[in-house]
Structure formats: structure tokens, C-alpha cells
């Protein structure tokens, strides 16, 4: 079985493009671009889409390793933009000032984000739901 976890950045409600630069300096050095707009993590079966060109409306990873550094990654994505990680019920932000910037639906559908840049934290929060 496949489990995803989502990555959105959002700005008044509506989706907010990614910075590139941010992206690829939190994420190159674990992973290697395998395909076109897939990259695929070190000593793991995950993957990650990201576009070659244009805008990162939002990273979709599928299988996420378990592995420290790719989640110490995510946390310096979470922190360094006004985004939201989320999965199937669960939401995380690293900034609480991010809340007011969600869609009202978004917050209905997963619930309120727990504010939380600590790795085993958002591990367990996964691990929990």
C-alpha cells in the first residue's frame, strides 16, 4: 500500500507557487532527478514530482522515507515558505501565521494544522492518524 503526504503553499486562500530555489536547496542533496519531473530519494523507493520549469504549485511525495534528513528537509521547505504538509487527516505548519493564509475548507476538511517545526513531532502526528 502507497501512502502520500502533500506539500501546498498558500497565500489569501489561494495556492502560492513554491520558490525553486528553496525546493531544490532543501531537497537536491537527498534526491536525484530520475525522470521527467520525478525525482527519486537516496536509498529509498520514494518519489517525488517536481516540474522541470514553471511554477512548484505544490510537492506531492509519494512513499516517504523515513529517514531524518528527508524530513529535516521538509521543515526547512515548511519554514522558509507559507506552506502547509498534510496527508490523509492530518495538517502541519511551521508558522502559525500560515492558518489564516488556508482556504476555510481546507481547515474543515483536515482539520486545525499543529504549529510544529520538530521532526519527531510531525513523525508522530503521521504515525498517529
Not at 29 to 54: H, K, L, M, N
Not at 60 to 65: E, L, Y
Not at 68 to 97: C, H, M, N
Amino acid at each position: 500500500m502507497s501512502f502520500d503526504i502533500f506539500l501546498t503553499s498558500f497565500q489569501n486562500s489561494e495556492v502560492n507557487p513554491l520558490p525553486r530555489s528553496i525546493v531544490l536547496a532543501a531537497l537536491s542533496p537527498i534526491a536525484s532527478r530520475c525522470e521527467s519531473g520525478y525525482w527519486r530519494f537516496t536509498d529509498s523507493v520514494a518519489t517525488i514530482d517536481i516540474p522541470d520549469e514553471g511554477p512548484i504549485s505544490g510537492l506531492t511525495i509519494n512513499r516517504p522515507p523515513g529517514y531524518p534528513e528527508f524530513w529535516q528537509a521538509i521543515v526547512d521547505i515548511l519554514s522558509k515558505t507559507p506552506s502547509v504538509l498534510y496527508w490523509g487527516i492530518g495538517a502541519v505548519v511551521a508558522d502559525r501565521a500560515v492558518i489564516a493564509h488556508l482556504p476555510r475548507s481546507f481547515v474543515e476538511k483536515l482539520g486545525m494544522p499543529t504549529v510544529t517545526s520538530d521532526v519527531t513531532e510531525i513523525l508522530n502526528l503521521i504515525r498517529d492518524s
